[in-house]
């Protein structure tokens, strides 16, 4: 369960850097910010398997399925919550939390330091 929520925690940080960056972005109006986050996060969701499986999808659904890097975030949480700490998935969600962390951090502090 700690492996899960460290993981989820580094997700996380990369998800409200990019969230900050994009609410920097979307001065003064704030219109930018909803119309991304509804129209990129809500796919996102519902590609990532987290609603309905993904097994007995359509095979083009499931290729936006993998390219989709939430996906491997869920993936890779439930074989942690399952106690599957050896898991493949966990490897590659814990890489994509990295990443997602590494550009969120990465975009949100050049914004802050360009003071946009």
Same mark, same amino acid.
């Given at each position: 369960?700690?492996?899960?929520? +460290?993981?989820? +925690? ?6 409200? +850097?990019?969230? %900050? ?10 219109? *930018? ?6 129209? #990129? #996060? %809500? @796919?996102? *969701? *519902? #590609?990532?398997?987290?609603? *309905?499986?993904?097994?007995? +999808? @359509? ?16 993936? !890779?949480? $439930?074989?942690? %919550? !399952? /106690?599957?700490? !050896? ?5 590659? /969600? ?9 550009? /969120? #951090?990465?975009?949100?502090? $050049? ?6």
């Amino acid at each position: 369960m700690l492996a899960g929520l +460290a993981q989820l +925690a580094i997700f996380g940080v990369g998800l409200g +850097a990019l969230s %900050f960056v994009l609410a920097m972005k979307s001065v003064p109006s704030g219109t *930018l910010f909803y119309v991304v986050s509804q129209s #990129l #996060l %809500f @796919p996102l *969701l *519902l #590609l990532s398997g987290v609603l *309905l499986p993904l097994e007995t +999808a @359509p095979g083009w659904l499931k290729v936006l399925g993998q390219i989709n890097p939430v996906t491997y975030i869920v993936d !890779a949480q $439930r074989a942690l %919550f !399952a /106690g599957n700490l !050896a898991a493949p998935s966990v490897l590659y /969600g814990t890489l994509t939390a990295c990443v997602v962390a590494a550009i /969120g #951090l990465y975009l949100g502090n $050049r914004a802050m330091s360009k003071g946009l």
